[in-house]
């Protein structure tokens, strides 16, 4: 089995996070993933898991500070 980002020679800084413009909240998060990703590991499934811990704690820590969701 062979990487997909060696295969397609997708670079390590190929993907850019956007800046979010002054003014603008995100208002929802997408998550796309390959269908490597129907039968993840027991690491990515922890990952997955401190992933959704911590969207709920910003969610949170959100909600009490009263921002805007």
């Not at 996070?17 to 390959?34: E, Q």
């Amino acid at each position: 089995m062979t990487l997909y980002s060696v295969v397609k020679g997708v670079a390590d800084n190929f993907f850019v996070a956007s800046n979010i413009p002054d003014g603008c909240t995100p208002i929802h998060i997408n998550l796309v993933a390959r269908h490597g990703a129907c039968s993840p590991t027991k690491r990515r499934t922890k990952e997955l898991d401190f992933l959704a811990a911590h969207l709920e704690a910003l969610l949170r820590d959100a909600e009490e500070q009263k921002l805007s969701l």
